[in-house]
């Protein structure tokens, strides 16, 4: 009797709708940090990491499933018999595996933009911090404040 694969393309289509929202979600994400609106982001953060637990479950379900029936975890179960004569599974695997890459590729440039900012802000505060810009330092008029002009001469 052939293995009845319906299951498992009902399980990587469901995976496939939470990865691709979570890909919008990261979108969205990309999109407030690099227009600093820093107030969507406590938005986003719960509901994509509330995502990305949907998304872990599914696919342990998916892969437990596999599990079960002697399927092998990788890309090698699409040569397996049952999972041929089922036309979904394929596809679905195939646009699975792709939307995993896309989620990767903008987790990568979001956690990039993100260094990159942590960077340029503790640059900010080195600069903020160091004792030669003592906010005593330069008067109203971009002047040193602690400088005498005629300091400058020799007293003898």
């Given at each position: 009797m052939?293995?009845?694969?319906?299951?498992?393309?009902?399980?990587?289509?469901?995976?496939?709708?939470?990865?691709?929202?979570?890909?919008?979600?990261l979108e969205q994400e990309l999109e407030a940090v690099s227009h600093h609106r820093t107030s969507e982001l406590d938005t986003l953060n719960p509901a994509k990491e509330h995502q990305v637990k949907l998304l872990k479950q599914q696919a342990g379900t998916r892969l437990e499933w596999m599990k079960d029936h002697q399927l092998p975890l990788s890309a090698e179960c699409l040569q397996h018999e049952a999972i041929q004569s089922n036309p979904e599974i394929h596809p679905l695997w195939q646009q699975l595996a792709a939307q995993y890459e896309a989620n990767?590729?903008?987790?990568?440039?979001?956690s990039e933009m993100v260094l990159a900012l942590r960077f340029r802000a503790e640059q900010k505060?080195?600069?903020?911090?160091?004792?030669?810009n003592d906010p005593h330092l330069y008067n109203e008029y971009g002047k040193t404040s602690g400088a005498n002009p005629g300091l400058n001469s020799i007293e003898a």
């Open positions: 052939l293995l009845d694969t319906s299951p498992l393309a009902r399980l990587m289509s469901s995976e496939l709708d939470a990865s691709r929202q979570l890909f919008t979600l990767r590729q903008i987790s990568e440039r979001l505060l080195r600069i903020l911090h160091a004792r030669q």
